[in-house]
């Protein structure tokens, strides 16, 4: 029996990358996974394949203050509970600041920002009575952003903001507030607005597993721990 057997873990952007290698290794250490997903075919097959009684998902945009509702109503009505919230969804896109357009500057910051907000602001309050454990995946660029990626960056520097100012709020009601910021991870992330598959800068990425294992490190600390951001880069970055 493992710290996380029979916690209820609600991960958002689940079905591919960080977020679904997350839900793998939860799974794997006895937790119950709520995963939220806009590729509710994906969740399915992830779902279908665990095979378990412990895994519930529902297709949502997080950018819907409704659906992220209903994400958090599932986790309750079918586990009971929420012990922790992983916000993982994101979108990026690459280019100076006047090269994207007006549609992608929105998305970046309605899904980067204000959807991780409509997800806390559903999980805080189920966690105020037992205590519990909410990490926000930033980004190193929310540390210090590079050329061509102004807007991306400013949507990752908001979560550190958030995740800073939450912290000194409800760490005194037993809720610890992680920022989680990986270095640039070989997933789906950004395929086609500045990254393709072909790249060969992907060989040395992180991999989805690596940031995971950072998470559910983080998240097993005890409870007289916290830990508050957490930078990584792989071992080939030259930054």
């Known amino acids: 029996m493992t710290e996380f057997q029979d916690k209820v873990v609600v991960i958002t952007g689940a ?51 409704e659906q992220v509702g209903n994400l958090f109503a599932l986790a309750v009505e079918t586990f009971g509970r929420v012990d922790c919230l992983v916000a993982n969804a994101g979108v990026g896109a690459y280019g100076g600041i006047l090269d994207l357009n ?70 005194q009601a037993g809720i610890r507030v992680t920022a989680m910021c990986p270095g640039a991870t070989a ?3 950004a395929m086609g607005q500045g990254r393709h598959p072909g790249m060969p800068q992907l060989q040395d990425m992180m991999r989805p597993h690596d940031v ?17 951001l957490w930078s990584m880069r792989s071992a080939a970055s030259e930054n």
């Not at 793998?24 to 937790?31: D, T």
């Not at 037992?130 to 050329?147: E, T, Y």
């Open 15 to 65: 079905s591919s990358g960080i977020g679904e290698a997350t839900a793998r290794a939860l799974y794997a250490q006895g937790a119950k996974v709520v995963l939220g997903a806009r590729r509710g075919d994906r969740l399915k097959e992830i779902a279908n394949g665990l095979c378990s009684s412990r895994v519930a998902w529902a297709e949502v945009d997080i950018r819907s203050m």
């Open 102 to 171: 007006d549609a992608q500057v929105r998305e970046l910051i309605d899904t980067n920002v204000t959807g991780t907000i409509w997800c806390v602001r559903s999980a805080v309050p189920l966690m105020l009575a037992q205590g519990g454990d909410i990490v926000l995946v930033s980004s190193v660029a929310g540390l210090r952003g590079k050329a061509e990626e102004a807007v991306y960056a400013a949507t990752k520097h908001a979560l550190i903001g958030l995740a800073g100012s939450m912290d000194r709020e409800l760490r």
């Open 187 to 189: 997933t789906e992330f």
């Open 212 to 228: 995971a294992e950072a998470i559910v490190y983080a998240l097993a600390q005890p409870r007289t721990m916290r830990t508050l």
